[in-house]
């Protein structure tokens, strides 16, 4: 119980900083978002428009700094993140909630199989140490792991989209369909996301292989290793049960702040695919200086990273008794 409650105090902490930053970054920034709102408007926008809209950042000069500080974190917590300059007039939280499902389905799934697959992977070619499969797959995956998203993606729509004509080129489902629940938007969503998700998966799965193989092998000349195999239990058994379950531990925290990072998209493929998630929603929010949907997602990849980390934490220690006596 005291484990649990240094690490929720380590997240309380680590969450009011990013918090705090938070709401600094934007108001160290040149310019604001009214003035870009009147900027891209053309003055069309009333002076009440404008604030208005100041009002629901937290923004106006009615207020000193500490003020709006605290009008910033009840407007957090109650969910009022603004109004979108990029999507004006909706709401933050509304288009936050439109991309999210988007990012989840395509990079969650892609990083889940990642880890499995890599994980595997570097299970075996340390088990087999040696052989012709650790001399081959791991190094092969490893470095084709070290090109970049874009160029993998770029590739995938070169070969199997504009030679092979297999996949869709982009986006998330055929442009003159209606989001649906039948089986052939289901089928569009799924062509759609093969090629975005192949590519995370080619790109990260060498570091699950490289870390998992190392780890593995340190792992199996531990004297419990050992013993198991003194005991002539099967080499299955002392592969998963004695040797993995330790070896994961340290590719646990990694893959929670992977996941954390879903929340963000694999922002490139997302570009180079016009995928509709919450990384190329970033790039957007950027590039029209849309203050209040960069604050929401910047705060939203925080949580999901902390609350990611959080949970690795504590998955640990049920797995590995040890790390709550050493912490």
């Not at 990611?308 to 934490?313: E, F, N, R, W, Y």
Request: net charge neutral; hydrophobic share 55%.
């Amino acid at each position: 119980m005291s484990y649990l409650l240094r690490r929720l105090e380590f997240f309380a902490i680590t969450l009011w900083a990013a918090l705090t930053v938070n709401f600094l970054l934007p108001r160290l920034m040149p310019g604001s978002p009214a003035e870009a709102m009147l900027v891209r408007f053309h003055g069309r926008v009333s002076p009440q428009t404008v604030k208005a809209m100041e009002i629901a950042l937290g923004v106006h000069s009615d207020q000193n700094i500490v003020q709006q500080y605290f009008e910033y974190l009840g407007n957090t917590f109650t969910g009022n993140l603004g109004v979108s300059l990029t999507f004006f007039p909706t709401s933050v939280a509304k288009v936050v909630m439109l991309a999210l499902p988007w990012s989840l389905g395509l990079v969650g799934t892609a990083t889940i199989i990642a880890f499995i697959l890599g994980t595997l992977v570097g299970m075996l070619a340390a088990w087999r140490r040696g052989g012709i499969f650790d001399a081959i797959l791991p190094p092969v995956l490893i470095i084709i792991s070290a090109f970049p998203y874009f160029w993998i993606a770029l590739f995938c729509l070169l070969l199997f989209s504009l030679t092979l004509n297999w996949f869709p080129l982009g986006f998330a489902y055929d442009l003159t369909s209606s989001i649906n629940l039948s089986w052939d938007f289901i089928g569009q969503v799924v062509s759609h996301a093969f090629l975005p998700a192949l590519t995370i998966v080619i790109t990260s799965i060498g570091g699950w292989i490289l870390t998992m193989r190392n780890t593995m092998i340190t792992t199996l000349a531990e004297d419990y290793v050992k013993m198991a195999r003194a005991k002539g239990l099967s080499p299955l058994r002392i592969m998963l049960q004695y040797a993995g379950r330790n070896a994961i531990l340290p590719n646990l925290t990694g893959f929670a702040m992977s996941l954390g990072f879903v929340i963000s998209g694999a922002i490139l493929v997302e570009i180079v695919f016009n995928y509709p998630g919450l990384g190329f929603m970033l790039l957007q929010a950027v590039n029209g200086e849309d203050f209040a949907l960069m604050q929401a997602l910047f705060l939203l990849i925080t949580v999901a990273v902390l609350v990611a980390v959080l949970i690795a934490d504590v998955l640990t220690a049920w797995l590995d008794p040890r790390t709550r006596e050493a912490t």
